[in-house]
């Protein structure tokens, strides 16, 4: 972040109209303990503007220093008042910043800017101040190349030079011993006290392929020495290409449109054909073709990807369809269909009939289901008796993982039907079907019995039939009761469940006055499906003379609270009485809840209402009483309907409407409930809070992983530490009220260290829709008259395609990923482009003030894996891949994108030359001691 902070204020200062410049020094390295001084030239009159010095520490945000101005007192940091000071020289328009006794907590970029209205309108390019007591230590050179395809008319070489101290650093170049002086020089970058260096040279490619072969040497020199490396280009080599085949969905997988995709790739020269066959047949099919160029060891690979989009139609029906590609005279074939990507095993059938009551129900039309569980498109048959259904009949259709088709047949044609058959054919795997049979008997024949029911038979005279019908097995039935061969019921559709084992199950049926003859027979038919019928014997007499039976009231308060019903059996000589009153049932409890008036009532100061909210088993038969303040109001109130829920409970609002005056002087305001057969009473109390706490609002913007992976984005406002409860909340977009329906806000919940309350609304919003839009979350709330709000701007993404380099440490390789946009990316490392090597850690990406991002990975390496093979680090960000190779024994560092290739963090190279240096330091270091030893002894 402290590199896109630097940067951001660079453009700042580059982009003006009428520019101002102020000149410093790119760099300056102090010992610790002496003294610091900047010169800053500037365009500007000192007499008419002031200047700072700012400060900024690797990693960390910017410090100012001080402030000073011609005819002014200077101004300073308390902290740094001590340690710095700053002089004006008119005669040459120089701000000079003077420090002393700097220490290494002082390294940092420091920027003069010029002070206009309060604001640092222009800066300088910053001064980079390095603190240290390190021994000078010159450059390690290491050379760099393009990742270019090899058909550009430039090619760019770099000069790496690493773990060098202090600055400045020069570079220079030379074409077989003659200096150059157009190339690019980037400034250093400065780690564990270490700097790391970039220089860049453009040379056209027909001086880099002439012959006889350039020489290019690059030096880089500090004052502790130089270090240099040379640069000759090498022959091309020929390399085949690798080619697989394989399909793609865009949508969900089997239902979507596939694409084959030919991939070619790691072959040189870039010179190859592709083409399409389908079927053997030699006419081509014309693809889209896209080509990358990568980096094996010192040589320039190419890839290629062919694309192609098959008749869905052919590709679901198995046709064959095949790549040939043509490279150096030979070719290179392979071939795919869709029994390939399948395994081909025949796929399962289950074939769902409609059941007994969906037959009997239906008034035209019933249906049949064929579930098929196959990938492939397979073709659906249906065939009815040894005849094949006309596609008229079904309704097909399919998913990733099914088809499945539904047969429609008329209810009287289903009813004579015997055999079902579902057939599945397709060319990967053989033909396969499911049978059902619906005319096939049960195992077991059931028993089937009618009797009159006991119960109704104890009374004297039974008018109840009972039928008993034993040893079912799992199918529905119908059951239909006759009297003398006359159905005298309606058909009952009895369900049997679908569990092992024999049944039981018995049905009764009120035989009707019309029938209650001496000389009827009623007997109870059981029909399974449609194409077999059970019939029982039929009963003897069953119907004799009948009593009266009257229910008379015999007694009614006034007060309609209790009621008495009397039987009387004249056979039974009996007389049974029983009594029942409104208060024989226990007196509810309830739950009284006396809410505060809407906050939007309050706004327009004039009658709010206060809801009071009943809960309880049983509400009817509750008075309601109102009080405000003590006096009890005996109008202005209404109740709403009483309301049932499923579990058991009722609850009844009541309304008392008040004026805005009398709740705002804090009078407080009872609803009691009390029910008639019970003496115990009910109270609840509200009144306008004496403390209030206003809210605090804030806005969440989403996520880099949000903003990189989602079309649907979401802002979410969080509403904190108000009280009382009562709140208001509404979106805004671009100054404009958005409708409910477009955000989503919670109820209130109190915190539990204080009383306050918090609340969030959700916002969805599309990148599409967004284009720069301004949002504001406008809260309303008692504990202020203007509303609370705040806001938040651009919630888009924009794309750019990622900016690769790959740099050798100690033990370690470092691949650096900048410029990309948007976050999402994926970094792997591999040896010899096959095995892939896990012992490397990725940053998250960093996302800069311009919204592109940035992100490190390092790669852990053993002596084995470093001095054997190649090492790939692989960049792939949507449909951009950046490969990069390096081996040990080429000592060969490859690059892209060296003009990103400015203030990031970068791993020193640890070489040979180093330990050497180490070496010679402890051995100082020892002589000393002994002869301070010796010294010591003499003097004693």
């Not at 061969?485 to 309606?490: E, H, L, P, R």
């Amino acid at each position: 972040m402290t590199m896109f902070s630097v940067a951001l204020l660079l453009l700042l200062a580059a982009d003006c109209v009428k520019c101002q410049t102020l000149t410093q020094p790119t760099s300056v390295t102090v010992q610790p303990g002496q003294r610091l001084t900047i010169n800053c030239q500037v365009s500007y009159s000192l007499s008419s503007y002031g200047t700072n010095w700012i400060r900024q520490p690797a990693g960390k945000g910017l410090e100012w220093i001080g402030y000073s101005c011609s005819g002014c007192t200077a101004e300073y940091k308390d902290s740094l008042r001590s340690q710095f000071s700053i002089t004006l020289d008119s005669s040459s328009n120089t701000v000079t910043l003077s420090g002393q006794n700097m220490q290494p907590g002082d390294t940092a970029v420091y920027y003069c800017a010029r002070e206009s209205h309060h604001c640092d309108d222009y800066w300088g390019k910053g001064t980079m101040v390095t603190v240290t007591s390190a021994t000078p230590i010159k450059p390690s050179v290491f050379p760099l190349t393009s990742c270019d395809s090899g058909t550009g008319d430039i090619v760019t070489l770099g000069c790496l030079a690493t773990g060098f101290s202090p600055l400045p650093v020069t570079y220079t170049w030379r074409k077989d011993g003659v200096d150059i002086t157009d190339f690019i020089q980037y400034p250093a970058v400065l780690k564990d006290n270490f700097y790391t260096g970039v220089s860049q040279l453009r040379v056209r490619r027909q001086d880099w392929t002439a012959n006889p072969k350039p020489s290019y040497t690059c030096v880089a020199e500090n004052t502790a020495g130089n270090g240099q490396v040379t640069i000759r280009p090498t022959s091309l080599r020929v390399v085949s290409p690798n080619i697989t085949l394989q399909p793609t969905w865009e949508g969900e997988f089997g239902t979507s449109s596939v694409t084959l995709v030919c991939s070619l790739s790691g072959y040189f020269p870039d010179k190859l054909t592709v083409e399409w066959q389908m079927d053997d047949d030699s006419a081509s099919i014309g693809g889209i073709s896209r080509k990358l160029q990568s980096v094996q060891e010192k040589e320039k690979t190419f890839s290629l990807t062919s694309e192609i989009k098959p008749n869905a139609t052919k590709w679901n029906s198995g046709t064959r369809f095949t790549c040939k590609s043509t490279h150096n005279s030979i070719d290179y074939i392979k071939t795919i269909s869709i029994c390939d990507v399948h395994a081909n095993v025949p796929p399962s059938i289950h074939v769902e009939i409609p059941s007994l009551e969906t037959v009997v129900n239906a008034t035209s039309q019933v249906q049949a289901t064929c579930l098929v569980r196959t990938v492939f498109g397979a073709n659906v048959t249906w065939v009815t008796d040894g005849h094949i259904v006309p596609e008229g009949k079904v309704d097909f259709s399919r998913n990733a993982s099914d088809l499945r088709s539904i047969l429609t047949l008329p209810s009287s044609q289903w009813k004579q039907l015997k055999l079902l058959t579902c057939k599945a054919e397709h060319s990967c795997f053989s033909p396969s079907e499911k049978t059902i049979n619906l005319a096939e008997p049960s195992a077991t024949a059931p028993l089937v019995e009618i009797r009159r029911y006991l119960p109704d038979l104890q009374k004297g005279n039974s008018s109840v039939l009972e039928c008993d019908v034993t040893q079912l097995s799992s199918s529905d039935i119908l059951i239909t009761f006759q009297a003398s061969g006359v159905d005298i019921s309606d058909s009952q559709l009895v369900k049997i469940p679908r569990a092992p084992g024999l049944h039981s199950i018995s049905r009764r049926f009120t035989v009707p006055s019309s029938h209650w003859k001496n000389d009827a027979n009623f007997t109870c038919d059981v029909n399974q499906g449609f194409t077999r019928t059970l019939v029982s014997e039929s009963t003897g007499k069953l119907i004799g003379d009948l009593n009266q039976v009257s229910i008379s009231e015999i007694e009614k308060v006034k007060t309609a609270k209790v009621f008495t019903c009397q039987v009387v059996d004249r056979s039974l000589r009996k007389n049974v009485m029983k009594n029942i009153s409104i208060c024989s049932a226990p007196s509810p409890t309830v739950a009284v809840q006396v809410q505060e008036p809407p906050l939007t009532e309050l706004q327009q100061k004039k009658q709010v209402t206060v809801t009071c909210l009943l809960i309880g088993s049983s509400l009817n038969g509750l008075s309601i009483t109102w009080k405000v303040d003590g006096e009890m109001k005996s109008s202005g109130f209404t109740k709403g309907p009483l309301v049932k829920h499923s579990n058991g409970t009722e609850t009844l609002r009541c309304f008392l409407s008040i004026s805005a005056e009398d709740w705002l002087a804090h009078k407080q305001v009872h609803c009691e409930a009390k029910h008639q057969c019970s003496n115990q009473s009910y109270d609840g109390h509200v009144g306008k809070s004496r403390e209030l706490s206003p809210p605090t609002v804030r806005i969440f913007e989403p996520t880099s992983s949000d903003l990189s992976t989602y079309d649907v984005l979401t802002l979410l406002c969080l509403v904190s530490g108000f009280f009382p409860s009562n709140l208001v909340l509404h979106w805004e977009k671009d100054g404009q009220k958005l409708d409910p329906i477009y955000y989503a806000t919670s109820v209130p919940w109190k915190s539990q260290e204080s009383s306050t309350y918090s609340l969030s609304s959700r916002l969805n919003t599309t990148k599409a829709e967004d284009k720069g839009s301004f949002y504001s979350c406008v809260v309303a709330h008692k504990s202020s008259e203007n509303p609370f709000k705040n806001s938040f701007n651009n919630v888009s993404v924009t794309y750019a395609e990622p900016l690769a380099t790959l740099l050798e440490g100690a033990g370690e390789l470092l691949c650096l990923v900048s410029g990309f946009s948007p976050a999402l990316i994926n970094i792997a490392w591999f040896l010899d482009n096959t095995t892939e090597l896990l012992d490397f850690t990725t940053t998250e990406p960093h996302r800069g003030p311009d919204g592109r991002f940035i992100i490190q990975s390092h790669l852990h390496l053993s002596r084995v894996t470093w001095f054997n093979g190649t090492v790939t680090c692989r960049v792939e960000h949507f449909n951009t891949t950046i490969a990069l190779n390096i081996s040990r024994r080429a000592y060969f560092h490859c690059f892209s994108g060296i003009d990103e290739l400015s203030h990031d963090d970068v791993d020193p190279d640890m070489d040979v030359g180093s330990w050497y240096m180490a070496f010679t330091f402890l051995l100082f270091f020892l002589i000393a001691i002994i002869y301070s030893v010796f010294a010591t002894t003499i003097k004693t």
